[in-house]
């Protein structure tokens, strides 16, 4: 895949095209659980979330003393990434995450800021592939590269 450039041009954070109200239409984790806050663009192939970090739940309890972003949250955020984008394109079923190949990881502290997750998506079928970059302001501090699949219901 090629490489997601951050921000080309500036995401619109103004309006933001999913909120995270609007995601409880997803088939995504609820409560603490959906890392996603919004959805600030979705084009073509490519989408940009953010997760605010500010008062986060799991920095209490994530090495109190010495809180970091676990990169767990890190996969799960690029993974729920890739469901809107999924979602937003009319895929069908619910998401189970298949693989993820990461390259490294940076420690995220505490902050005001937001983690800006930009994904570049593939499909094919009811499988999507997605480069992920997670970045803090301008620093680069994750890329995953994780496939979903979407399986459909089993009817009872």
Partial sequence: MTRITLF???????KPIYSRRDLAAVF?????????????????????CQVDLKDHWVFPLHFPGDPIFPACLM?????????????HHQVTGQPRL?????????????CAESLQIVAQLR????????????????????????TLAWVQEAKR
């Fill in 8 to 14: 080309p041009h500036p995401p619109r954070l103004d």
């Fill in 123 to 146: 499909r094919r079928g009811n499988i999507c592939v997605g480069a992920v970059e997670l970045f803090l302001g301008e620093q680069r501090v994750a890329e995953v590269q994780e």
């Fill in 75 to 87: 996969i799960e955020a690029a993974g729920q990434a890739i469901a809107i984008w999924a979602f």
């Fill in 28 to 48: 995504l984790p609820v409560g603490q659980m959906l890392q996603i806050d919004r959805v600030s663009e979705v084009t073509g192939a490519t989408i940009r």
């Fill in 98 to 110: 298949a693989r993820v190949k990461s390259s490294f990881f940076h420690a995220v502290r505490p």
